[in-house]
């Protein structure tokens, strides 16, 4: 099993300039989550899907949209990407069940200039 | 303020040496507290859980403790490896929505 999975791995943008990134898990799981994860501070959640067809705001929403696109995939998207959004990003699994283990991807940089 | 807060915020120690990660946190209520590795570059990987009820749990040279009472937690290395260095990070769960709380992570290096 890969688990989960991301791309790209790196990405340098322009402001003003939108992109995807792409997530896949191969565990079966239902819930699917995008953090940012900045120097200094904690993993904020962006967005998360607790299963197919459902996704709600986290933390910080602001800027981005998602799609569950079915249980497997899970994309965020920059329509108009900003410095601010300089970060890096993941992308985590869970399955359903009790005390919230989370699978994280390795991540994609992404710096807006 | 974030409900999750980790000191020291990094630590320098040499191999073969012991070391204590501090976590202490206000989430309420209470369901659950992790401790997660990640290495430079990668993803964070689970090391261990601590619920409600439990006091202390080991994983190899990694022992947590949790004191529910005072909220904190700790996580002490034993006999670090080089490969020990990394950011150790504390996540608090809540039992309200499942609401889950990240420290900003402890970076450890050990030196040779």
């Known amino acids: 099993n890969a688990g989960v999975t991301q791309t790209p791995k790196f990405q340098v943008l322009k402001t003003g300039q939108s992109m995807t990134l792409q997530c896949a898990q191969d565990?079966?799981?239902?819930?699917m989550y995008w953090y940012r994860q900045d120097p200094g501070m904690g993993l904020r959640l962006i967005y998360y899907?607790?299963?197919?067809?459902?996704?709600d705001k986290g933390e910080v929403p602001n800027g981005y949209n998602v799609s569950r696109l079915n249980k497997r995939e899970f994309s965020l998207r920059l329509e108009s990407a900003a410095p601010s959004q300089t970060s890096v990003y993941f992308c985590?699994?869970?399955?359903?069940?009790?005390?919230?283990?989370?699978?994280f991807g390795p991540g994609t940089r992404l710096t807006v200039l | 303020k974030n409900q999750v807060e980790q000191s020291p915020q990094s630590l320098i120690i040499l191999e073969g040496k012991n070391c204590t990660l501090q976590?202490?946190?206000?989430?309420?209520?209470?369901?659950?507290l992790r401790w997660y590795k990640q290495d430079t570059g990668r993803g964070p990987v689970s090391l261990t859980i601590?619920?409600?009820?439990?006091n202390t749990k080991s994983n190899g040279r990694y022992t947590a403790t949790l004191d529910a009472d005072t909220k904190q937690s700790s996580l002490h290395i034993t006999a670090s490896q080089l490969s020990d260095s990394a950011s150790y990070i504390c996540?608090?769960?809540?039992?309200?929505?499942?609401?889950?709380?990240f420290g900003a992570g402890t970076r450890l290096t050990v030196k040779p």
């Open positions: 899907s607790a299963s197919e067809g459902t996704t």
């Open positions: 985590a699994s869970r399955p359903t069940s009790s005390y919230n283990e989370q699978f």
């Open positions: 996540v608090v769960s809540a039992t309200r929505n499942n609401d889950m709380r």
């Open positions: 565990m079966n799981h239902n819930s």
């Open positions: 601590m619920t409600f009820s439990e």
């Open positions: 976590c202490n946190y206000t989430v309420s209520p209470f369901s659950n």
